[in-house]
């Protein structure tokens, strides 16, 4: 399967096709070997540089994205044809970077864009194939361990994991507002497996804003104790979170991603 398509250069700024050489740095990409990726390499670019190309993402399929961005920044936008609001719009700007995108099947225009001046730095997007489902409940085992793993929607991502009672479940969210923010959450509970639903009462929530070369700026507890629930589907691997404290994830389905 073809995956990656027409690939642009241009110096949005300057509003021609060229720069992307010369005095305004460097801006070019390429495809990864057998078309599942995509490399964007930047070298002091100017502002508004932009490389541009189209990826097609099946069923079960996620988007990985890994960014070294030494200097400046690299905005991504994906959008879905046919639609108008992005479903990814970021902007990598540090070293070591690696966050994964479960996107509804279809064909999505990417864009890379300089977000500034000097933007130097790697940023590379493939698309995974599906996973493996995880492994059959065995005698004894604690029965979560059906559903740990990654679930992820956009910039939210919750990690779950097997807590130390006999049906313990544990979850971490992380959910980015911005470069530079992101919101933590925290709880557990106990794994019903009649509903495949885990209620907690124990929720705490933390905003966390990092300074340019990563490290934190500030850490603030915004609550404790917030209740809530999460509830599995065992078919299609899916994850739904009812928050009762802020509503933050209403109608929002998780998918499973590793």
Not at 33 to 45: F, Q, S
Not at 104 to 130: D, E, H, L
Not at 137 to 166: H, L, W
Not at 207 to 230: C, L, M, R
Request: aromatic share 8%; hydrophobic share 35%; proline share 2%.
């Amino acid at each position: 399967m073809k995956i990656f398509r027409t690939i642009l250069c241009a110096a949005l700024a300057a509003g021609t096709l060229a720069g992307c050489a010369s005095g305004k740095g460097t801006f070019s990409t390429e495809l990864l070997d057998e078309g599942v990726g995509l490399k964007l390499t930047a070298d002091g670019a100017v502002k508004g540089t932009a490389a541009g190309t189209s990826i097609d993402v099946a069923e079960g399929e996620h988007v990985s994205v890994t960014a070294d961005v030494t200097s400046g920044g690299v905005q991504l936008v994906m959008t879905k044809s046919g639609n108008d609001q992005a479903a990814v719009d970021y902007v990598y700007d540090s070293v070591g970077s690696e966050v994964e995108y479960d996107l509804t099947p279809g064909t999505y225009n990417v864009m890379f864009s300089a977000a500034k001046n000097k933007t130097t730095g790697i940023v590379t997007v493939k698309v995974i194939p599906a996973e493996t489902a995880p492994a059959a409940e065995s005698d004894g085992q604690n029965p979560i361990m059906n559903f740990i793993g990654t679930y992820a929607k956009d910039r939210c991502y919750i990690e779950v994991s097997a807590a130390d009672s006999d049906n313990g479940a544990a979850f971490h969210i992380n959910w980015g507002s911005s470069a530079s923010e992101h919101s933590e959450w925290d709880m557990s509970g106990t794994f019903d497996t009649e509903t495949l639903t885990v209620n907690y009462d124990n929720a705490v929530r933390k905003n966390i804003v990092f300074n340019e070369d990563g490290s934190v700026a500030s850490e603030t507890t915004v609550y404790e104790n917030g209740k809530g629930s999460f509830t599995f589907s065992e078919g299609d691997l899916t994850l739904v979170w009812n928050d009762e404290q802020e509503h933050a994830a209403d109608d929002t389905v998780f998918g499973w991603v590793n």
